[in-house]
């Protein structure tokens, strides 16, 4: 179903509304989200209007889901529904301001949806400045109906974007493994979702246990390793197709493979011979090369956001720590320096944090540091936090938590998380089970 709504919405056109002249910059709404907690912006997002049945559905579900997706960023509250003074109907005339300035509304998000005769849905948004009473935004978009939740994120990534200067993350998909079942014995499948836990599906069955899953750059393919008859892969697969090609068979063990930013190549760890180093794999010629050449434990590679360095962690200096290299391999520098071990790191697509995992007197810790390892800052901490990734605006880290588990494997939990660049803002991504090692996709194209 999931393969079959994507295509349908892969068909979606917008265009943009003419908006009223522009307020001065100074009276606009605006959020600076470099800032540490704030209060979050009181934001009106009625439902979308619809003259018919079917219509007056979309428009509510559409109304729903971006108000959803606003809220969840921790920078806006929807106002209750049952506060608006204004109906819908008579918000198509264009909004009476007072009415919406004494419910302390400083945004306003107006929709409509309808059906066009060829059987596909016309979407089109305002976004309005209450206090300026000037139009910032609007847009109109044309989709087939099972398409409206795409509809919905893009909406909101728009609001986002206009009122706060940055990309918006919502039209995404997060990849996970999905677990079940005891410590000792768990199943494990990969799974996929939209960034807000729905259109969740499955994309392996458990027979064969998967780790460490990656999108491409295009955000239709996934790399992972799977332990085909207890043997570990690589593979690729295609979400759209369900298409999966190995892409190498190693000797030894292989570990976190990611894409390079122009998805022409994979960088891993591959362990031989008691030895593990950095290898990239080249997808066009399936021509192999190695990064590093030491005694100590190299792995968790991923690229910067421009291809051009490589952070991974190693035990060469006695502990596990954070090196940065060039993609040649050469000009190897640590970049971590505090008390504790760090791992799992992870290059933000803005290019200025790296994110990463940190074990620190019985805990575990999300953070992010500079490239040059300058600023760290802890996030989150908890029994056992990990697995670090980015949303592709690079404000937002998804990772995984960890609760204990009984002398018998029992009563562990997995959880999936998010939690802003500030620190603040963590929530629970839900899923049908139990959640570890996810990874966040570019936006979808």
């Not at 109304?63 to 806006?76: C, I, N, P, Q, Y």
């Not at 506060?83 to 009415?99: E, K, N, T, W, Y």
């Not at 040059?372 to 697995?387: C, H, I, K, T």
Request: no cysteine; charged share 25%; net charge neutral.
């Amino acid at each position: 179903m999931l393969i079959r709504l994507r295509a349908l919405a892969a068909t979606l056109a917008f265009a943009f509304l003419a908006a009223a002249a522009p307020a001065p910059a100074a009276a606009e709404v605006r959020i600076d989200i470099t800032r540490g907690h704030m209060k979050p912006l009181p934001i009106a997002v009625p439902e979308f209007f619809g003259a018919g049945p079917q219509e007056g559905q979309l428009g509510r579900d559409i109304a729903r889901v971006v108000a959803a997706d606003l809220e969840r960023s921790g920078l806006f509250k929807p106002i209750d529904n049952r506060a608006f003074i204004q109906s819908v109907a008579a918000l198509q005339a264009g909004p009476r301001f007072p009415d919406w300035k004494q419910i302390n509304a400083e945004a306003l998000v107006q929709g409509k949806a309808e059906m066009g005769p060829d059987g596909r849905m016309r979407v089109e948004f305002r976004l309005w400045d209450v206090f300026s009473e000037q139009q910032m935004a609007g847009q109109v978009f044309t989709a087939s109906p099972a398409g409206w939740r795409r509809v919905a994120h893009l909406i909101a990534d728009a609001v986002y974007k206009r009122i706060t200067g940055e990309d918006g993350y919502f039209d995404t998909q997060i990849v996970y493994i999905s677990e079940t079942g005891p410590k000792n014995d768990r199943r494990k499948r990969l799974a996929i979702m939209d960034q807000d836990g729905e259109n969740h599906r499955f994309l392996t069955d458990g027979a064969d246990l998967v780790l460490t899953p990656r999108f491409s750059p295009t955000a239709r393919e996934i790399t992972y390793m799977s332990y085909f008859r207890g043997t570990p892969r690589v593979y690729v697969l295609n979400i759209d197709t369900a298409r999966r090609e190995l892409l190498g068979d190693f000797p030894g063990m292989t570990f976190a493979p990611r894409f390079s930013p122009d998805g022409n190549s994979v960088v891993m760890s591959l362990a031989q011979d008691g030895n593990t180093e950095l290898y990239t794999l080249n997808l066009l010629n399936r021509q192999k090369r190695r990064l590093t050449n030491h005694p100590a434990i190299d792995t968790s590679p991923s690229y910067s956001p421009d291809g051009a360095r490589i952070v991974f962690n190693s035990d060469r200096g006695g502990a596990q720590q954070l090196y940065v290299m060039d993609s040649s391999g050469a000009g190897v520098q640590r970049i971590s320096f505090g008390d504790g071990r760090y791992a799992t790191p992870v290059w933000s697509p803005r290019g200025d944090l790296i994110a990463f995992t940190k074990m620190k007197g019985g805990e575990f810790f999300i953070g992010v540091m500079r490239p040059d390892g300058s600023d760290e800052r802890l996030l989150a901490q908890g029994f056992l936090v990990e697995g670090p990734t980015w949303a592709p605006n690079g404000r937002v880290l998804a990772f995984w938590k960890e609760g204990p588990s009984d002398e018998r494997g029992r009563g562990m939990t997995a959880k999936l998380y998010t939690i802003d660049l500030t620190g603040f803002n963590e929530r629970q991504v839900v899923t049908p089970l139990d959640g570890s090692d996810p990874a966040w996709s570019p936006l979808i194209p």
